[in-house]
């Protein structure tokens, strides 16, 4: 990743341009800015202060989430300063920026089509760098250029095994089937995909070692995962980030373990079974503080998820939530996705 600003726009006169054809989030004006500030960026702010741990010493938990202007990134709302999003090599990703604001980006071409930003990814597979500037703030933007992949021609990706997708479910276009991946290999597990989340805590378990590594990770699933930590903070469950247990499957592996479903959000990169282990001691923390480790811990959390479910957030995209208790394999834990609607088993 080499940080060039080959393309650049700066104050704007192609963005002030397009802001009539899109709805700009103006931060002054938007009413639904507003209520965002008042439920969101406040708290944040609070979780934001130092908290004072059990053992007197003070740390800072959960950075500050918002960035202070939201932008959509091929259609996920995301208000955070770090978000990270997919393209297939020579083709467009959707972006809306705020009236006025200004991008930077390390590679592709950066145009504006039908009021819309579109970004153009370079012809090879790899990561760039976007920075949207905006009223003296940023939002960083990953952007990963993919890997292409043939379903249902290729069973594998330089030896790592995909499998095969089915079609998609419903026709729904979120089931549709990948055609590239993330190279993991090629970039740092510990490149943060937003603000509290590192690229390689989704990587898929299988082929322990093999290199090259390819996921799939979408920018909804990392919205949602950090409006549940911060909340999680409000509540006083402390965290830095969630343990995810299991982020991207693969076809392949999620049959070797066992899943005989076709269209579990797994597969499809938005889906995590996580839960907080501030204290690092490999499973769930405590959360209802009655002294044991056990599903109703898991339970503590899906009941905050559903709570942020009810406010109707527009950056929250519904979809799964379940508490898992614990077995042999692992203690408890919840699943958590955003497939478009709400599902709880
Ligand atoms: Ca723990
Ligand atoms: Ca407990």
Request: glycine residues 10%; contains cysteine.
């Amino acid at each position: 990743m080499a940080p060039i600003a080959a393309w650049c726009v700066t104050g704007a006169s192609a963005l002030v341009k397009s802001a009539g054809n899109f709805r700009p989030f103006d931060t002054r004006t938007d009413p639904i800015y507003s209520e965002l500030f008042k439920f969101l960026l406040l708290p944040a702010i609070a979780v934001f202060a130092e908290l004072t741990t059990p053992g007197g010493q003070t740390r800072q938990v959960s950075e500050v989430s918002e960035a202070g202007f939201e932008i959509r990134v091929n259609g996920t709302l995301s208000a955070l300063p770090l978000i990270s999003a997919s393209g297939m090599p020579g083709e467009p990703v959707e972006i809306e920026v705020p009236q006025g604001a200004s991008i930077s980006v390390s590679a592709g071409e950066v145009s504006e089509e039908g009021g819309k930003i579109l970004w153009r990814a370079p012809d090879s597979p790899g990561l760039e760098d976007m920075t949207i500037t905006h009223n003296g703030q940023q939002v960083h933007l990953n952007l990963f250029v993919l890997t292409p992949f043939r379903n249902g021609v290729e069973d594998a990706l330089n030896g790592y095994r995909i499998g095969k997708y089915a079609q998609p479910l419903r026709n729904m276009s979120s089931y549709a089937v990948p055609r590239g991946f993330i190279d993991l290999t090629a970039m740092s597990e510990d490149l943060r995909v937003s603000p509290n989340f590192k690229l390689g805590q989704f990587r898929c378990k299988q082929q322990p070692g093999h290199e090259p590594t390819y996921l799939l990770l979408r920018p909804e699933m990392l919205v949602k995962l950090e409006i549940i930590l911060e909340a999680a903070n409000e509540r006083g469950w402390e965290a830095d980030t969630f343990f995810v247990m299991s982020g991207y499957r693969t076809p392949f592996y999620n049959a070797a373990i066992g899943n005989t479903t076709t269209s579990s959000r797994h597969l499809y990169g938005d889906a995590a079974d996580i839960y907080i282990d501030q204290d690092r001691d490999g499973q769930m923390d405590d959360l209802d503080g009655n002294g044991r480790i056990e599903k109703a811990d898991a339970y503590a959390l899906v009941a905050l998820i559903d709570d942020l479910a009810a406010k109707k957030d527009p950056r929250w995209v519904p979809g799964g939530g379940s508490a898992y208790g614990a077995n042999a394999a692992h203690g408890p834990f919840v699943h958590v996705d955003t497939r478009g609607y709400k599902a709880r088993w």
